[in-house]
């Protein structure tokens, strides 16, 4: 969610501005997240439209995770 609202703030020059946004929060440089929403933001300025679904497509796979865990059943060997 905070990287889509990251890359909606910033058109112009994604990755200097997602990069600046970060700093602001204390974020350093090699942050796992920052790294992320920095990669987010230069591949949304080269695809907008494949960005979009690729952001898509994570928000319906994190929504997995509220799932119940399912036990496997396994057959006793004789």
Same mark, same amino acid.
């Not at 946004?21 to 350093?28: D, E, F, T």
């Not at 591949?43 to 036990?71: G, H, I, M, N, W």
């Given at each position: 969610?905070? !990287?889509?609202?990251?890359?909606?703030?910033? &058109?112009?020059? &994604?990755?200097? +501005? !997602?990069? @600046?946004?970060?700093?602001?929060?204390?974020?350093? &440089?090699?942050?796992? +997240?920052?790294?992320?929403?920095?990669?987010?933001?230069?591949?949304?300025? #080269?695809?907008?439209? =494949? @960005?979009?679904? #690729?952001?898509?497509? =994570? @928000?319906? #796979?994190?929504? #997995?995770?509220?799932? &119940?865990?399912?036990?496997?059943?396994?057959?006793?060997?004789?």
């Amino acid at each position: 969610m905070q !990287a889509k609202v990251l890359l909606e703030s910033a &058109p112009a020059a &994604p990755a200097q +501005d !997602a990069r @600046t946004a970060l700093s602001r929060l204390g974020v350093g &440089p090699y942050n796992g +997240d920052a790294l992320a929403i920095e990669g987010l933001a230069r591949a949304q300025s #080269l695809s907008p439209e =494949f @960005t979009q679904a #690729l952001v898509d497509y =994570f @928000t319906d #796979l994190s929504a #997995l995770r509220a799932l &119940p865990k399912v036990r496997s059943r396994r057959r006793r060997r004789r």
